[in-house]
């Protein structure tokens, strides 16, 4: 059985819900999937409102006590519960939980100084999920996490997708956003349709990957590692990129572990 793990960027559930009812059409057709969603422009909008500041260093929120209480207010609740009644409207069957639930996402501080409460995983533990994937149902994941001193932390959805990709052994990471795919640059007009893991990790040490594409590149070298056949960028606004994935012609930014010579897509048949 095929199984995905789609990182639903905070801009892309700002729009058009298509990409909702494209995961309940595969889901309905035997595709295990898994949904980490953002919530970046809703969080920051409530911040607004309390008269605070966003701030982000290399893509990552900073993130002060305040800023803490709101995400996980907006992120376990509004967002993550808007996210499932959209699922069960589509015909899916649908669970919203957290990386705190079960212990799932068990994180030590990214950079305390820097970034605040924000956390880097450390071990991931599956027992919700499988649990409720085994149960028919779609896990709506925020991406929350704690430490050992139970201590919440706010976790960047790409890198939290990632992780859990990994160690579910899932055939594909998708990661959902508002922007075409990897680009040479911000200026580029062309999208780059494939990348190996070397050459994502050249683009980040070399800094022409900035901003919000750091984490998702992140993201995609730590799956492949894990063992996911490849992680694709793609514009989640876009009407059937979910549907093109599993077909192997996929839209965006596809990264494999290794590029070959006269080779296709990827196949998730």
């Known amino acids: ?30 595709v295990r999937i898994v949904i980490v969603h953002g919530g970046g422009p809703e969080v920051t909008k409530w ?9 982000f260093v290399q893509g990552q929120r900073v993130t002060d006590e305040q800023t803490l209480t709101v995400a996980e207010m907006v992120l376990s609740g509004s967002v993550g519960k808007r996210i499932v009644r959209m699922l069960n409207r589509f015909g899916a069957k649908a669970a919203g939980i957290s990386g705190e639930d079960g212990n799932l996402l068990q994180v030590t501080p990214y950079d305390q100084e820097a970034l605040g409460f924000v956390g880097r995983i450390v071990q991931v533990n599956l027992g919700v999920v499988r649990a409720l994937l085994a149960a028919g149902y779609v896990p709506v994941i925020a991406p929350l996490g704690l430490d050992a001193d139970q201590q919440v932390y706010n976790i960047n959805a790409d890198l939290a997708a ?8 899932a055939d594909a990471l998708v990661l959902a956003t508002d922007v075409e795919g990897v680009k040479e640059n911000p200026g580029s007009p062309s999208v780059i349709r494939q990348l190996s893991w070397e050459q994502a990790q050249g683009m980040i040490a070399s800094g022409s990957a900035n901003g919000g594409m750091i984490p998702k590149l992140e993201a995609a070298l730590a799956t492949l590692t894990g063992g996911t056949k490849a992680a694709h960028i793609v514009d989640g606004r876009r009407s059937g990129v979910l549907s093109g994935v599993l077909c192997g012609d996929p839209s965006g930014t596809t990264i494999v572990a290794q590029i070959l010579a006269g080779e296709g897509g990827v196949s998730y048949a």
Do not use: F, N, W
Not at 162 to 169: F, H, T
């Open 1 to 30: 059985m095929t199984t995905i793990v789609v990182k639903y960027g905070g801009s892309v559930a700002d729009s058009d819900p298509g990409l909702l009812a494209e995961i309940a059409e595969h889901v309905a057709r035997g």
């Open 47 to 55: 911040l607004a409102r309390l008269g605070h500041q966003a701030t």
């Open 162 to 169: 990632g992780a859990i990709a990994a160690e579910l052994r």
